[in-house]
């Protein structure tokens, strides 16, 4: 992350993980300050973290602590469990002071800095994890312009703070108001590229971003001998999320976190025998690693509920289900781009943008699971809007066709793909650059958001 001063008195601060990279980039990006964030924590830090550890009862308490700025408690609570690499956290995990200790000393670093350099700008490199949030919460607080430089799908999708809370935006995505800008042209043009690219994802055509590859990508293409002689009922596919991957990235209030979700999902659908239930993992959990799906159900199930194996085609349980549940999973776009029927536990990403069944409140949510929620929504609306939706997140403007940077989970080919395109395309990152200037004295929130708002011509991200 950098801190800039104005006119070249920019300040580059580094953290633990890739440090030599880091400084690299700072460096040739103009930034000659660069500084390391403090990570030694004093006896005082640990004596507040003590403090606040000594009354934890259970896992919920930890939402409920009351941290210094109003900082808010759920990004405490999802930086513990990245650390557990579990699906809810252990409040009897011996390190748990540290990570509390990590947390007050990221704040009071926020404070401290902002007192001392009186930044104009800040730029981040995400909104979340124990380096980041903070600062990017208490910097907004203070009035100061704050940026997060994220990427995803290809293209740059930078964030631009108008105040605190809209830390649980969450990351450059397409909100209503952006969405009722689009003009009958547009929207058509969205629709049919957005229609494009959910079949290329749904057919396994080899895709950049690594949750695609893991999804569709799969060896096992043929779900019916799993699921043999239950297809006299309609079948409800249970997408899982992973478990330690920011649950409260928006906001989530509804439930704990991922598990707290699951588990109340899994217990209405025991009751309900109406349904075949299909409940699969998060694609990427074991390429993550700690906690899996299997470790929080039950061994033994009804013979009505069914965990698939993670070797299983998404395809396959695309086309054998009659809907899907998701808490805000990339497939929700999937199913209802296609026709059928997706049901929501919570405000996530898409969750505004009129494709799903979204619940008013946990209660409801649970209620829909004992009904015949399947019905509850018109699937050529839900259909028309979820494909307008995919081309506006997943699609980039025409113009930047060969200009993409590829999935971070491959770094080697990224290094080489930078390097190529600063050589080669100095007129495109011209281009991006007068963009970018635009962008910032705009209104509108995300800078892919922008792009897209502005262009009339659509292409592939990947």
């Given amino acids: ?48 973290a ?45 390190n748990l002071i540290f990570y509390i200790a990590q947390y007050i000393q990221s704040i009071e670093f926020a404070v401290e800095l902002i007192k001392e350099i009186k930044p104009k700008m800040i730029f981040m490199s995400h909104p979340i994890s124990v380096q980041c949030s903070p600062l990017c919460w208490i910097g907004s607080q203070n009035g100061i312009k704050v940026f997060t430089l994220f990427g995803q799908y290809g293209v740059p999708r930078y964030f631009k703070f108008e105040k605190p809370e809209d830390i649980f935006i969450g990351i450059d995505r397409p909100m209503k108001k952006d969405l009722n800008k689009l003009n009958n042209s547009q929207k058509n043009l969205l629709h049919d590229i957005g229609n494009k690219y959910i079949e290329n994802r749904l057919s396994g055509t080899p895709l950049d971003d690594l949750s695609g590859k893991l999804a569709y990508n799969c060896k096992i293409k043929n779900i019916s001998e799993i699921i043999k002689n239950k297809k006299n009922k309609p079948i409800v596919a249970v997408y899982a999320s992973c478990w330690f991957d920011c649950p409260h990235i928006y906001g989530m209030d509804r439930f704990r976190d991922f598990q707290d979700w699951i588990l109340t999902t899994f217990n209405e659908a025991v009751k309900n025998k109406n349904y075949i239930w299909l409940f699969r993992s998060h694609p990427a959990d074991e390429w993550y690693g700690g906690t899996k799906l299997t470790d929080i159900l039950p061994k033994k199930l009804p013979n009505h509920i069914f965990i698939l194996p993670t070797e299983i085609s998404g395809k396959s349980v695309f086309d054998i289900s009659d809907g899907l549940i998701t808490y805000h999973g990339t497939a929700g776009i999937e199913f209802a781009a296609k026709g ?46 979820a494909k307008i939706f995919a081309g506006f997140y997943f699609c980039k403007p025409s113009w930047q066709k060969n200009f993409f940077i590829p999935d971070d989970f491959n770094k080697e080919k ?42 009339d011509s659509y292409t592939f991200t990947n």
Avoid at 60 to 79: A, C, G, Q, R, T
Avoid at 441 to 451: C, L, P, Q, V
């Fill in 1 to 48: 992350m950098a801190t800039e001063s104005y006119k070249g008195r920019e300040i580059g601060y580094i953290w633990n993980y890739n440090q030599k990279e880091c400084t690299a980039f700072l460096k040739y990006s103009g930034i000659k300050n660069i500084k390391k964030i403090p990570n030694k924590i004093n006896n005082l830090i640990i004596e507040k």
């Fill in 50 to 94: 003590k403090l606040l550890f000594e009354d934890l009862n259970c896992a919920e308490d930890i939402l409920k602590i009351k941290l210094p700025n109003k900082v808010p408690s759920k990004h405490l609570y999802d930086y513990i469990l990245k650390k557990q690499m579990a699906g809810k956290v252990n409040i009897k995990d011996k």
């Fill in 340 to 385: 059928k029927p997706v049901l929501i536990a919570d405000k996530g990403w898409y969750h505004h943008a009129n494709f799903t069944i979204f619940p008013i409140s946990r209660e409801e949510y649970i209620y829909f699971l004992s009904e015949n929620w399947l019905s509850k929504i018109n699937l050529k609306e839900s259909s028309f809007n």
């Fill in 414 to 455: 990224n290094k080489k793909m930078i390097s190529f395109n600063i050589d080669n395309k100095q007129n495109l990152i011209n281009k991006e650059v007068s963009y970018m200037k635009k962008w910032i004295e705009s209104d509108i929130s995300g800078y892919h958001t922008y792009k897209m708002l502005n262009t």
